[in-house]
């Protein structure tokens, strides 16, 4: 099955279903590295200027997710009823939520392919996957992006696989996304801040603000 028509059989929100995450997908089979590879092009094929809003996930604790028919956005909490205020974070002196780091958007190509179906995309732990090219050459730091009502600024901080991206999705699939050209297309997400609060919900337009 090509990237396109996996994307095309994606399964429909639903409202507040929390599913379980980490723990038990460790075991689930992970793509290959020849695969992603294959598929690059269709992933480098992401609209440029007007994308999507395919899936809204909020993560109200460590291991839940909630895939959202409708979320709302924040300046003050990201996505609202999301963990973003309560988890601490290394990347400010005393721990305190990072407002660089309030959203991640992923290219909902590659989260697909990576997680190889539909349902497992939400494992990724990104709460906005977009049709959409992030790449640092079309979407640099300081980007804003329209979705739904709201507007958020892509930020400067790189988001990178980690343990848990390896625990879910592959050992491959970390070092693809982590890679030079990986990094270079944002291939693992991109961090975001709100700048103007609004209601968002999958199939919104995704469109960069000049």
């Known amino acids: 099955m090509t990237g396109m028509e996996r994307l095309s059989t994606r399964a429909g929100p639903v409202a507040n279903e929390a599913v379980t995450t980490a723990e038990t997908v460790t075991t689930a089979e992970t793509v290959t590295t020849a695969e992603l590879d294959e598929q690059l092009g269709w992933v480098r094929d992401a609209p440029r ?43 400010t002196p005393d721990g305190s939520p990072d407002p660089d780091r309030q959203l991640t958007l992923m290219n909902a190509r590659i989260a697909l392919l990576v997680a190889g179906q539909p349902a497992r995309r939400q494992l990724a732990g990104d709460q906005l996957f977009v049709d ?73 337009a995704v469109e960069m603000v000049r």
């Open 49 to 91: 200027r007007s994308g999507r809003l395919e899936l809204i996930v909020r993560r109200p604790a460590v291991g839940l997710r909630e895939i959202l028919e409708e979320g709302e956005l924040s300046q003050a909490e990201g996505l609202v009823g999301d963990g973003w205020r309560s988890r601490p974070t290394p990347s």
């Open 132 to 204: 959409f090219d992030l790449s640092v050459e079309n979407a640099p730091p300081g980007t804003r992006l329209r979705i739904g009502d709201a507007v958020v600024e892509l930020t400067a901080p790189p988001h990178l696989g980690c343990v848990k991206f390896v625990s879910r999705f592959g050992q491959d699939a970390m070092r693809f996304v982590n890679s030079e050209t990986g990094r270079a297309l944002r291939l693992r997400g991109a961090h975001a801040r709100v700048v103007v609060a609004g209601t968002v919900r999958p199939g919104d």
